[in-house]
């Protein structure tokens, strides 16, 4: 991958939750303070809909004056696309893309930086199972039920955990971020967490 080398911005845990309007998915990504409590306001991301490409710009906060990073898909509407991420110059960070194949049965990612390959998957490789099942049934499947699913990022080379995404049980979808990994750029790991739901049933 040919991404020009940049010290990575580091944050080794954060808060991504959903919030839904009308027009657009906002995500609230907030960094976690040492006790575990919420702390300050990362970036604001906004998902807009029925976009050929998929794009979603993460902002430094809510009046959406300063655009900080983003991710966007190479090819239109394609379940496997790859989604490079930006920096607030639009230079490249990092790409990731959802391994189809492998996502039949459980949901598989790439994600690539500087020095790092990881893969992640879903980490209870029943409930994956059970999830496309219940989605398959022509009566049930468009009855929302919060499945409670987590992520796991494993380096391919190493098997080092890189990143790790937990969704918690709330009427929102929230999630716990952790990257213990430093060579992992926040930019980079809050992109694919956001990603990690809104393009999870693509």
Not at 62 to 89: I, N
Not at 136 to 141: F, I, Q, S, T
């Amino acid at each position: 991958m040919s991404v020009p080398h940049q010290p990575p911005m580091t944050v080794p845990a954060f808060f991504v939750t959903q919030r839904v309007t009308m027009m657009v998915n906002r995500y609230e990504v907030i960094a976690a303070n040492p006790d575990g409590s919420e702390g300050q306001l990362l970036a604001l991301a906004e998902q807009k809909r029925m976009k050929l490409k998929e794009e979603v710009v993460f902002y430094a906060d809510e009046s959406k004056s300063r655009r900080v990073f983003s991710f966007k898909a190479r090819q239109r509407l394609d379940v496997g696309a790859q989604h490079d991420v930006f920096d607030e110059q639009g230079q490249p960070l990092g790409v990731f893309s959802k391994a189809f194949g492998a996502s039949l049965l459980r949901s598989t990612w790439d994600l690539e930086v500087p020095g790092l390959t990881a893969r992640g998957q879903e980490r209870r490789p029943v409930l994956a199972v059970v999830r496309r099942v219940w989605t398959a049934l022509p009566v049930v499947g468009d009855v929302p039920v919060p499945f409670v699913f987590h992520f796991d990022f494993v380096d391919t080379t190493t098997g080092a955990p890189v990143l790790t995404s937990e969704r918690k049980r709330s009427i929102r979808d929230r999630y716990t971020v952790t990257v213990p990994d430093p060579r992992l750029d926040f930019r980079v790991a809050a992109s694919m967490a956001v990603a990690l739901d809104a393009l999870q049933s693509r």
